[in-house]
């Protein structure tokens, strides 16, 4: 992978406020997730390449990948992601992503 690509792009994920609100106990906020993203983005500028956090406040599962507009309410149960502005019908994990994907790449340094 290092070679390959010259950034990785993660959201800042809440972790704690998401171990509270969905009654996961202590399991999302013991997981090491931010120890992990400490580790990975050592690693990575060492490697000479770029590590991106998009803010945790950006609705990546409510932004449209294929129109950028925003829907006010998407109920976590809805697993799928569809716009009727535009038509589009995708995960809505998958739309995050490429949301995320799309942003960073705007803030990337060339």
Do not use: H
């Not at 202590?26 to 690693?43: D, H, P, V």
């Not at 409510?62 to 149960?77: A, H, P, R």
């Amino acid at each position: 992978m290092s070679e390959e690509y010259n950034a990785v792009i993660v959201e800042d994920m809440n972790m704690k406020g998401m171990s509270q609100a969905l009654n996961f106990g202590k399991s999302a906020g013991n997981n090491g997730w931010g120890t992990f993203l400490r580790m990975f983005e050592y690693k990575l500028i060492f490697l000479g390449k770029q590590f991106l956090k998009i803010d945790k406040w950006f609705p990546s599962s409510k932004t449209c990948s294929k129109c950028g507009n925003v829907k006010e309410k998407l109920k976590l149960s809805e697993r799928s992601y569809k716009y009727e502005c535009c038509g589009i019908e995708i995960d809505r994990d998958y739309n995050a992503a490429l949301n995320i994907k799309n942003i960073g790449k705007e803030m990337m340094e060339y």
